[in-house]
């Protein structure tokens, strides 16, 4: 905080929300986005400084830049303006894949600047600066995934950041570690929702759905460009978690095939005792 | 309501909660278990006028009763105490699942009285009457599972319930019919979040979920007695559901393993736009 001044490029809403809460806390931030209403928005509502579709009419004067677009348009942009960082910048982005792209960006880092991955664990399910707000990071996970091309204080000015929206446990995994952990908790769990509501054949479907339903589905409203890219990138990782899957439900399968009731069981067993063990880990209250 | 006495059998989570409910309603509610300290409980917290561990002592004067327990439990009670059922008695239960047992117990019903099948799409992963409240039914889906051998009027009587309980959509499904679709929004959802919780192969998952982790897997906390027996006795449908959710986790899966990212989006546009349909329709107003 203090002097550092941090620039967002990509009023979306993550970008929005970041430039809200950071504002909040005190921060000097200004946005970059190619959309001059998502600019003024944000300006006029005072969640930035000021909006800039000419990035390098604020990246000599930035700190910490944040990139909160995808993950294409971040080297893209890295490679075109590179020249314009000023000597000690971190630069940060919200990627949920890390690995096919960590090393490309970090050699792209001019001397005296570096690139530090970061994943923060929250979202919302609608898109635009207007639906931004703070309030979705408080509590989240926020991943770090430094390498070797860090600094301690780099890092730590991630963390900062982390801390200063509010987010709950602050975690370092290197970036592989990183891939294989979201192709678990998040991409899978995307494919299931959406192969769940793609595999519905009745009409009348929305007349009986429990609490149970419409939880498990309503991350199937997806953002085909970005998740598309998310899924590609992190292939190898998420097809080996969805062969885990189906193993576990060919399990459930089979016992209902055969009609053993044990086998069920254990199953059910087993996995209340797991997520039980999460729900305390987490603290979670509302249980 | 008026002079209809309402009993239920099973103070566990939701014949509490339904009792609480109806009583507040100006019910005269009584509970029949074989917990003693269920029915103290409920007594004392003024959620039923009275408790009974002999149910003779109150069928006699029982208008509507409530079944608030395990299918194969339902089906021994009613053979035992058959005999005591007052003239005009109708029978409603809370099954999960319907036709493999409709038929028998509508055979067994005396002369004069009927089984009403009904099926409350709530509940909590808690159990017991402590953790009881009739606020779960607010809005919730509840259906009625009548067949030619029903009344309009008997029909009517537990709809009435349903109404005065707060449940939002109250709808009329054949026994087969209703099978069908919660093997679909109901068991099937339970698998996969069994599966997925059984398929997590990292010890500090918990550091690293999502929203969507968590709310994908809270039903994986599941009373292993009570699902083992839905799963099987609606085994068919389940098994066909199982099969058309791995089709389509299939499609995704091979669009990953020849890089098509036209397939994963043309997926995630359907679902999306399913997805979002069911929440117009259900007019969800948190999304």
Redesign the interface.
Known sequence: MGERRVTIVGMGLMGASMAEGLTRKGYRVSGIDVDRRALDYCRDKGIIEEGYERPEEILGETDLLIMAIYPKGMIKFIEKYRGEFKKGLVLTDICGIKLSFVDEVQKLMPQGCQFVGAHP???R?KTGAEHGEPEIFLG??F?VTPTERNTEEGIAAVEEIARDLSFG?I?R?SPARHDN??A???Q???????????????E??????????????????????L???L??EN?EN??G?????????E???GA??S?E?EI??R??????A??????E??N?VD?
């Open positions: 664990m929250a979202g399910e989240a996970n991943i446990r975690s995994l952990m979201v678990f908790t998040s899978l769990t995307h494919a299931i929702a959406v192969a769940l509501v793609n595999s519905d054949r009745d009348d479907t929305y007349s009986f759905t429990g609490d149970s339903y419409r939880e498990l589905t309503r991350i199937a409203m997806i953002n085909e460009e998740w598309s890219e899924f590609l292939r998420l097809i978690k969805i062969e885990d899957f189906q193993e576990k439900l399990v459930i399968k209902l095939l009609g009731g069920l069981k199953e059910f067993r087993s996995s209340t797991r997520r039980k063990q999460l729900r880990k987490r979670e249980l």
